[in-house]
């Protein structure tokens, strides 16, 4: 392999690699908290790029997109509140409650997809790239400045999310509902206020993934059912419920693939993706980074 | 013991009027809608064996229709089978798929069930779509052979022997199902779920019945769905899609689990509903909003689906009188 | 010293269908300490899980310093100083001791005294200190029920309502915590204490009340009746006796 043919695998992975960590890193944090998939996760991504489109097309193209991200993210708390209030929120103490949500998602899921179709029509769409230009690293490897930030500034994100979960009183609550909610609630823990929390971190997370995407390819309403499912692969390497599990194995899979279809091309890539995974589940289902899992329902 | 009766009653008077129905309604496109809603009804009743009775979370059921779908599509098209001898081979195949499905199912459980089921079924795809040879890639497999009888082709007679083609595999499902939950090897699929405990202290093998509960559901769905291809004379990719999983599972969670009667019931609503909102051109593009949307109010309001509904009602016909 | 700090009037509970409470009275005057005792499933938890807002009364009424609290939510209950550390309670496993005693200061009201009650939490259970930095899931029984009682008091509780807080510990554990507990007590928070081990409540509260099929059955005074151990062991087992025949 050839250095430059290397360094742009190496590239693509990295820039695949940090939109699966935000995806991923939303899902897991809904799963480890209210303990249902959210498989609506995907089309967030979509609402994401769109509404940073409309926002932008708003408040005029002359404005630098990162202002329309930024409206775009309140947006997204905002709708990923509303869907776990629809969504899940009447499904609590349910018994079936891991079924139905799966059924309610997917009906969110279409219900979205569909939407955005209606909303805003079928014409492909792009978003201005965050910054213009490319970069050029001693004429070794060239870049553009959009997939730059996209790499730094991904992982920056994480961290922040990091250590919100983990420093701040609220993330450590967050944290608490997930692992025991009665004990959270005899605490003084507002659990429902937890769930909408993560729910609109969650769409925030996925729909600022969505942004930087829109800048790199064509925008269409299903643009987020491919990342949903490699996001997913991440969170089963990474480990149910664990965050920093998740980021890892975001970093891995991007990379894997991104060899992978360097070397045995575009087609089999992703049924040996799938093939790990079911491996993975079989002889390690707390995932490759975790210690322990929740495994019941 | 009377709502059984009553419910056979029921079952039986459906029956015959799905019969006379084809004699009386000429229009072609009704006799579609019907043979879309028999052919779901199967996919959606053999899912609530795995799903319902069993209590496996097993999201894969789609992709044994799938399998059965490019089956019947690679024997009939490339190979020059017989479509009827395609057809069951649809069904076998469907049943032997389940086997290598059911070991990870066995040590699993909750959502890592609905997780490896659920990559089961995008393997699937992929290797559809990356074996272009075969099955014809994203395009799918097309002008399949349809279903003859001797010089009778089944193709050109407005929809009306693929009806009762149809219809007998749903008859067919619908009693082989309900015998098979009722025998004791069915009790013991319920005990298990209810119990599993329990069920392991008297002696009920867990893993054999996982298996046999995963290939008796995918034979009926492979079947439809080799009943699916050679009716519509394509395979597609878009079998194995998020969208034929939410049709089916809708039907399922609507009509009620556990029930088998309820997500046929449900299939017809479903099929007739959406086909009903065509008829509306301004609503076009709100149409999937419609459908998702009253798919979560019927979730909300009867979380038992249309057959807790209508178990309710009936309760409380009983009472009044 | 007398004014009323918990009044519970005709309180009815159960789940679903199924009724655990049949009307349950008692009152409690801040800086009282009350015991409760009464075989097992007949609804002591239910009864503290629907004073803390965890579990819907059907009927009846519950009042907190001169509030209703009867329909408000768990986390405004604590917010109050109605703090319940519950039975047997696992706590987060994969949090680490000290985010749990953190957590424990939840409520606004002792979010400010977070570093006061650090340090009293760690002077009650030296043992804690140790295990700071530990996860959960790797804590003894006996340093779970420390933790368990360290966050209670995180809270800055008014009434501390401590359901069973030596289930499965050794008697050697038991005794360690009387100590504590006691200087809880002297701490001047209210105290409600459930326990099985008759003896261990003896040295801790003065007015003893049994549940009995939901029912407050006996109200035992120690102060007024010079009751003897003997006497209540009777009437406690007397009664289980004639529940099972």
Not at chain 1, 121 to 147: M, Y
Not at chain 2, 104 to 128: D, E, H, M, N
Not at chain 3, 60 to 71: A, Q, R, S, W
Request: net charge positive; with cysteine.
């Amino acid at each position: 392999m050839s250095l430059d043919a290397f360094t742009s695998v190496l590239l693509s992975g990295l820039v695949l690699s940090s939109l699966y960590a935000l995806l991923a890193s939303g899902l897991s944090l809904v799963w480890t908290t209210l303990g249902i998939f959210n498989f609506a996760h995907g089309v967030l991504m979509a609402v994401g790029a769109y509404v940073t489109w409309q926002i932008s097309q708003s408040i005029g193209e002359t404005y630098w997109i990162g202002y329309s991200i930024a409206l775009m993210i309140v947006v997204m708390v905002m709708l990923g509140a509303v869907l776990e209030y629809v969504l899940i929120r009447p499904f609590y103490g349910n018994k079936n409650i891991v079924l139905v949500t799966v059924m309610t998602t997917l009906a969110g899921l279409t219900f979205l997809e569909n939407g955005i179709q209606a909303v805003w029509g079928p014409r492909l769409k792009q978003l201005p790239p965050l910054i213009d230009g490319n970069i050029s690293i001693h004429g070794l490897l060239t870049l553009s400045a959009h997939e730059a930030v996209i790499i730094v500034v991904s992982p920056l994100i994480l961290i922040g999310l990091y250590y919100f979960l983990n420093y701040s009183i609220i993330g450590k609550s967050i944290r608490a509902v997930g692992q025991n909610q009665k004990a959270a609630k005899l605490m003084g823990i507002n659990v429902s206020r937890s769930f909408i929390l993560t729910f609109g971190l969650a769409a925030a997370l996925t729909g600022i993934a969505g942004a930087f995407y829109g800048g790199l390819r064509l925008m269409n309403p299903t643009m987020g059912s491919e990342p949903l499912v490699k996001a997913l692969i991440v969170v089963i390497f990474g480990g149910l419920g664990n965050i920093s599990g998740t980021i890892a194995a975001a970093y891995l899979i991007g990379f894997l693939e991104a060899f992978l279809i360097y070397f045995i091309g575009l087609y089999w890539t992703p049924s040996l993706l799938f093939l790990f995974m079911i491996f993975v589940l079989i002889f390690r289902h707390e995932g490759l980074f975790g210690e322990s899992a929740r495994t019941t329902t | 013991m009377s709502r059984i009766k009553t419910q056979a009653t029921v079952a039986t008077i459906c029956f015959a009027l799905l019969c006379f129905l084809p004699l009386f309604v000429t229009d072609s496109y009704i006799r579609h809608l019907m043979i879309l809603a028999f052919i779901f009804a199967v996919v959606a009743c053999s899912w609530d064996i795995s799903l319902g009775y069993a209590g496996l979370f097993n999201f894969g059921h789609v992709a044994f229709f799938g399998i059965g779908v490019y089956t019947t599509g690679v024997l009939a098209r490339n190979y020059g089978f017989d479509p009827w001898l395609a057809l069951p081979a649809a069904g076998v195949m469907a049943g032997i798929s389940a086997i290598p499905i059911a070991i990870p199912v066995l040590r699993l459980k909750g959502i890592y069930v609905v997780l490896v089921t659920f990559a089961f079924s995008q393997l699937c795809l992929q290797l559809v779509l990356s074996q272009s040879w075969l099955t014809g890639g994203s395009g799918g497999l097309v002008r399949i052979p349809p279903l003859t009888l001797f010089d009778y082709n089944f193709a050109r007679d407005g929809k009306f022997a693929y009806y009762y083609v149809a219809l007998v595999l749903l008859v067919f499902t619908v009693i082989a199902l309900t015998r098979f939950v009722k025998t004791p090897f069915g009790r013991g699929i319920l005990a298990l779920r209810d119990n599993p405990d329990y069920a392991a202290a008297r002696g009920i093998n867990q893993a054999a019945i996982r298996v046999t509960v995963l290939v008796v559901s995918a034979i009926p769905a492979g079947l439809a769905g080799g009943l699916y291809c050679l009716y519509f004379r394509i395979s597609a990719p878009e079998v194995f899609s998020f969208g034929t999983a939410t049709l089916v599972l809708s039907m399922l969670l609507v009509g009620g689990t556990s029930t088998i009667y309820g997500p046929v019931a449900a299939a017809f609503c479903i099929v007739l509903f959406s086909e009903y909102l065509e008829n509306f051109p301004d609503l076009n593009v709100y149409k999937h909003l419609v459908i998702a949307a009253v798919i979560i109010a019927i979730l909300r309001l009867a979380p038992d689906g249309l057959a807790g509904l209508a178990k309710r009602l009936t309760m409380r016909l009983i009472k009044d009188n | 010293m007398t004014e009323e700090l918990l009044r519970v009037e005709g309180l009815e509970a159960g789940y679903g269908a199924y009724k655990v409470l049949h009307g349950v009275s008692f009152d409690l005057s801040n800086g009282q300490n009350i015991g409760f005792f009464g075989p097992n499933g007949h609804g002591k938890t239910t009864l503290f899980e629907t004073i803390s807002g965890l579990i819907r009364q059907t009927a009846g009424k519950i009042i907190f310093d001169g509030t209703d609290i009867t329909n408000a939510s768990s986390d405004a209950i604590v917010e109050m100083g109605l703090v319940h550390v519950a039975q047997g309670n696992t706590l987060f496993p994969d949090m680490t001791v000290m985010e749990v005693l953190q957590l424990g200061a939840f409520p606004k009201r002792s979010r400010q005294k977070l570093r006061s009650n650090l340090d009293r939490a760690f002077s009650i259970f030296p043992r804690l200190t140790a295990r700071r930095s530990s996860k959960c899931k790797t804590l003894s029984g006996g340093e779970r029920q420390m933790l368990n009682l360290a966050t209670g008091l995180m809270a800055c509780p008014r009434l501390l309502i401590l359901d069973e807080p030596t289930l499965g510990l050794s008697p050697r554990l038991k005794e360690e915590l009387v100590r504590p507990i006691s200087d809880i007590e002297n701490s001047g928070v209210s105290l409600i204490l459930v326990e099985q081990d008759l003896e261990f409540l003896l040295l801790l509260v003065q007015r003893l009340l049994l549940l009995n099929h939901g029912r407050i059955t006996k109200r035992i005074d120690r102060q007024s009746e010079q009751v003897s151990h003997q006497e209540i062991m009777e009437e406690y087992f007397g009664v289980a006796v004639t529940h099972e025949s």
